[in-house]
């Protein structure tokens, strides 16, 4: 698999996330409810719980926004916002 850059897609995740109701740039009068964080984060997969370390297994590509007054993080499937092969 060729590596996703996201940087390339930082754009269209943002619109995306505004289709989806999200204020995410500034229009003059307001400022941005929500910001993006630079980056895809991998949410792991688990099948059971334990207390052990577990290095590796299946994740799940994700995109992280802020909200800017309370900092509460939201976490969306990075392949439900761009078109991209995972």
């Known amino acids: 698999m ?3 850059d ?3 897609h930082k754009e269209n995740i943002i ?3 505004e ?3 999200f204020r995410m740039r500034t229009d ?3 400022n941005p409810e929500f910001i993006l964080i630079d980056g895809f984060v991998n ?3 688990y099948n059971q719980l334990s207390n052990n370390v577990v290095i590796g297994g299946p994740t799940i590509p994700m995109v992280v926004i802020a909200h800017t007054q309370t900092a509460e993080l ?3 499937p990075a392949k439900a916002l761009i078109t ?3």
């Open 2 to 4: 060729n590596p996703i």
């Open 15 to 17: 619109t995306a996330l």
């Open 28 to 30: 003059g009068l307001m």
């Open 74 to 76: 939201k976490f969306f």
């Open 6 to 8: 996201f940087q390339q």
């Open 19 to 21: 289709a989806r109701g």
């Open 43 to 45: 949410q792991p997969i």
């Open 84 to 86: 991209i092969s995972i």
